[in-house]
């Protein structure tokens, strides 16, 4: 068939919407309508060429929503109609690592998925003359219609609004997932969050789901002070209004340092700052942020061994099979907010304005409504 998507050509350029072929599903893939996409930091990053495993020409974009139109051999677990959101992180639910509860990074279909491959080491996208198109991160939702592995496809409740729980696709999963999968969040703790953006709002909203008492806020940026306190910030610091030792101003603001901190920067200096700032003897420091390429992290490890925990978290830890229908039915539930951090609206003609938007610090997610 033949669809229309936003092609990432090359590095560092705008995409370009055209027509594009699409074959259909082989054994066990599954043929998706997406209805909406949000624009992602990540697909930010990988457009612009900082990212090291970025390769072109590519259809871009990870967090959507849709419709399953038609089924490979094999499929058991989807049929047409279907809704769905596509998982970057799959669930095989028989690899070492599904089977291994300590982890959700499925690696069923990792080094295809990496190549920007289906998981027969082809490409279901190609231009209209033929050359080839790469997938993204499995899931291209800047394409109106992709191919998915079934393991790779989230079935939710019919009843939710595309252009909302797209997100869950990515950014409310991440946030919320931190708070509750990885760092296991008790009712009456404390809590910073640096980075106050699409991730760090549901590390917010996560928190007050896991019933934290403090939840402080960093950010650079004034502006996203009042939309944090409508997600449960208590309290709001501003690196750059500090006088001294901004370690030292958390570390007394929460009484001792937190029981629980997150970067949700990106940036190895802040996660640092993140580390310290955790309770000594049991202060636990959740990275979600993805640093730049090259970028190392560093702190005394008497930090370490005076107690402090340091962790990473990918897409919150969540499985997404079995977790994102149930953050969806949170969402429908009125259990967690969506609808404010949905800033903009676009077509797909108009996705590079999502990408300005982003450099601009003007949205907190724009979504793409096919
Ligand atoms: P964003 O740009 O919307 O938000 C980042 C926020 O950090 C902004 O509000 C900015 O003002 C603030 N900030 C920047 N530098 C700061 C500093 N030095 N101190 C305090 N605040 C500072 O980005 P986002 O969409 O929320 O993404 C955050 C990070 O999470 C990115 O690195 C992204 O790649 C990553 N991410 C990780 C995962 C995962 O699974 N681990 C998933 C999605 C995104
Ligand atoms: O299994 O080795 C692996 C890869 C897991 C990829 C997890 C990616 C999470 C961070 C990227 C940001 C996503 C938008
Ligand atoms: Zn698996």
């Known amino acids: 068939m033949r669809t229309r998507a936003a092609v990432a050509l090359e590095a560092g350029k705008p995409l370009e919407v055209m027509e594009v072929n699409l074959e259909g599903p082989k054994a066990g893939e599954v043929l998706v309508e997406i209805k909406a996409t949000g624009i992602c930091h990540t697909d930010e990053f990988t457009l612009s060429g900082a990212d090291p495993e970025g390769l072109f020409p590519a259809i871009l974009g990870h967090e959507g929503a849709g419709v399953v139109l038609e089924v490979g051999p094999g499929v058991t677990s989807l049929k047409p109609g279907d809704h769905v959101i596509p998982l970057y992180t799959p669930e095989c639910r028989q690899c070492e690592y599904c089977l291994n509860p300590k982890t959700n990074l499925c690696q069923a279909i990792r080094t295809t998925q990496g190549k920007g491959l289906m998981p027969d080491g082809t490409s279901r996208f190609s231009m209209l003359d033929g050359t080839p198109i790469l997938h993204y991160m499995g899931c291209s939702t800047f394409s109106n219609h992709t191919v998915l592995p079934e393991i790779a496809l989230a079935k939710i409740n019919p009843e939710a609004p595309f252009d909302k729980v797209c997100y869950i696709g990515c950014g409310v999963t991440t946030g919320i997932g931190a708070v509750i999968n990885t760092a296991k969040v008790e009712i009456g703790s404390r809590a910073i969050v640096f980075g ?85 003897g049991w202060g636990e420091s959740i990275i979600i942020g993805v640093a730049p390429a090259g970028a190392e992290i560093a702190t005394r490890p008497f930090q370490l061994v005076t107690g402090r925990v340091w962790k990473g978290t990918a897409f919150g830890g969540a499985r997404g099979r079995t977790d994102v229908p149930k953050i969806v039915d949170w969402y429908m539930d009125g259990k967690i907010e969506i609808d404010p951090m949905i800033t903009h609206t676009l077509t797909l003609d108009e996705i590079n304005k999502g990408f300005d938007l982003m450099h601009a610090g003007e949205s907190i997610r724009s979504v793409v409504v096919y």
């Not at 004034?222 to 030292?248: C, Q, R, Y």
């Open 196 to 280: 106050l953006g699409g991730i760090g709002l549901n590390v917010l909203q996560g928190l007050r789901l896991a019933g934290a008492d403090q939840i402080v806020g960093v950010d650079l940026n004034n502006d996203k002070k009042a939309m944090a306190e409508h997600f449960g910030m208590t309290d709001f610091v501003n690196p750059s209004e500090v006088e001294g030792d901004l370690v030292a101003h958390l570390v007394n603001l929460t009484k001792g340092g937190a029981d629980y901190t997150f970067d949700a920067t990106g940036n190895v200096k802040v996660m640092r700052t993140a580390l310290e700032a955790a309770h000594k």
